[in-house]
């Protein structure tokens, strides 16, 4: 039988397989691809537990992408995670004291995100060879710092891609631009835009469903997909850490199998932490998924009052990956609490879309237990990277700082019934040393991106990242910055450039 997707937002939208689900990105609805039924795993907790991270990662992409021949879905994990990561385990886990860091950061570019982006790219152009596809297609993603690198580490000179990125100029940190400004590869495409996160997603929702446009790109045989966490296809990859973690500390005698596990997670557009929640629904023993959320606080709020709003100050914080307003992947869950009903939920999203601000019928607001929320300032964010690397002399970047204060917070609060509780780790700290190097001397940050990273290096155990290190000497080679009204001219001239290079090489 064959495992169908559907759009959040109405029962009439054509039901997909999930390849074709990976391939189209957003339903056409604007509504976000869940699966029809949820999954079952093939195997017991403890024979999933017992395998490595690639043989773990098939038995769980197996059964949400089942329309994937066992060999194809063999190659594209192969192709994602040999040799591409530092450290043979993906993701491991380093424990100091009481806290269990599941560091997802050693990929390529240095954040969680290469644990899915690393596949997608995979996944995407085998989901156009199972449909003889003679369509390129073209990935618009909106990024708030980190996804734009690794979906262009990902889809750099893939064949019949081309990738173009929309990160805010004024929202992300000095590393994460010069990553991507540097980045090469003949598919790519990365601009600023002089507006924050949410315009840029915003605009690419609009983007990737406008008609004109899509018609446009038809003619010339390309098709839009994302690379953002609203694909299905991103989303997917990011279970499988959730079971790996807990694998490891049933491995290492921390956790008895069974027993429940809470998870932090520094949360933005929502994809990291729902992904635990599809991990729970697949049966992983878990109590509590802690929404970790920065001084922009909409979704903690949302989850402590049952009210959606995002009418209020946007925040630049030291944590910019997580500086957002709409969290995309909550229309997911929100989903689920409706029961599933289409009609309700779309009902939800326009008030929240027309009115900035939704309320959740207390029938939808019980359904949501699994979860609870926590919001740290500037101020604690500091804090606790301090307080981490003079009790364990372990440094954490500004992110999993958010989620390292709020797992403390929510530690505090359940001391009679503590168990253990594993903190999501996103980024490697050399990809915001100013921040770091802030929080470890106290001195307000004066030095350049790379006389920090030099100043940090002296102060840590942790070397500098190879990756970091050759930035220095990359080339610039994206310096252009677009008011966000462009965006959509950028997208219809950088895809149609595409045609005039081919008869270019034709003549
Ligand atoms: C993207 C990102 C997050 C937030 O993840 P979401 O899936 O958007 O909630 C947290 N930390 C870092 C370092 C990130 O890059």
Redesign the pocket.
Known sequence: MVLYYRSTRSEQTQNLTASEAILQGLAPDNGLYVPTQMPQLKEDLATLLAKDYPAMAFSILKVFLDDFSDDDLQACIDAAYQDTFDTADITPIRSVGPHHFLELFHGPTL???DVALQLLPQLMVTAMKMHASDKKVAILTAT????GKAAMAGFADVPNTKIIVFYPQAGVSPIQKQQMITQVGQNVTVVGIDGNFDDAQTNVKHILNDNVIVKKLARNHIQFSSAN?INIGRLVPQIVYYFNAYGQLVQNGTVKLGETVDFSV????????LAGWYAKQLGLPINKLICASNANNVLTDFFTTGVYNRKRDFHLTS?P??DILV?SNLERLLFYSFDQDAAALAKFMTTFETKGRAELPDTARQKLTDFVAFSTDEVDTLTTIRLMQTKYQYTI?P?TAVATHAAIQYSQEHKSEARPLIILS??NPYKFPEVVLHALTNHQPSETDFAAIQALSNLIELPVPKAIRRLKHAKVLHEQTIPVAKMSDLVLNTLSEDKSKSKDVKN
């Open positions: 954040a969680f995100k708030s710092g980190d996804t966490s520094p949360t933005g557009n929502f994809g990291d932490i944590s990956s997580m969290s970047d992110h996103t980024a």
